[in-house]
């Protein structure tokens, strides 16, 4: 049986970088260092339009801290999204979005562009059998109201048989972490 591979949605990083494990803080250096290792050990593979959204440069035309980190660690290392097998399953995802009912024009136009991550995300995951790590929640759309908001990556990725997990369940899923209590002390 081969090993897991996970593939990340940009908001991992993005929000990981400006929320939650920020680079100027030495205390959190460990996370982006394991990020590191997963990527170098290919548990983590980055696609191509994930990595475009992640390094765009700003309005000022300078790309920030995240961007910088991931253009040294992924620039050799993302694959490509035009593929013959994963056009075929973005297609079958577009044909989805379209024919389900559980979404409006207005909602699933949203995935059109070549440039929107999420659809290939999921095609690329549906094609190499990997896991999408994203911290998006599922909103489960029903028929009698369609979504007119964007499509969520966990409700179509289930519709494709494609397993997703947020940032939290991918440390324990990752197998490169360590459990271990944290040793409450009495305070002074």
């Known amino acids: 049986m081969s090993e897991e ?12 970088c400006r929320v939650h494990h920020p680079f100027a803080y030495k205390e959190f250096h460990p996370f982006w260092r394991w990020l590191e290792r997963m ?8 696609l191509d339009t994930v990595f475009r959204e992640i390094t765009q440069k700003d309005s000022k035309g ?5 961007a910088l980190w991931a ?6 290392r993302q694959f490509s999204h ?3 097998e994963i056009g075929a399953a973005y297609a079958r995802i577009q044909d989805y979005l379209v024919t389900c009912g559980l979404y409006r024009e207005d909602s699933y136009r949203q995935w059109l562009p070549e440039s929107k991550a999420d659809p290939w995300l999921i095609a690329a995951a549906m094609v190499d059998g990997a896991t999408i790590v994203t911290n998006e929640k599922a ?8 979504l007119k908001k964007e499509p969520k990556i966990p409700d ?4 494709m048989g494609v397993r997703t997990m947020n940032l939290r369940e991918f440390y324990d899923a990752s197998g490169e972490l360590i459990s271990l209590p944290y040793p409450v002390q009495p305070t002074f």
């Open 71 to 76: 253009l040294n660690l992924f620039e050799d």
């Open 5 to 16: 591979v996970f593939l990340p949605d940009s908001d991992i990083f993005i929000s990981s």
């Open 82 to 84: 035009k593929t013959d």
């Open 139 to 146: 909103v489960q759309p029903v028929r009698s109201n369609p």
């Open 39 to 46: 990527v170098l050990n290919g548990k983590i593979r980055i």
């Open 62 to 66: 300078n790309r920030d801290e995240l």
């Open 156 to 159: 179509v990725a289930a519709a």
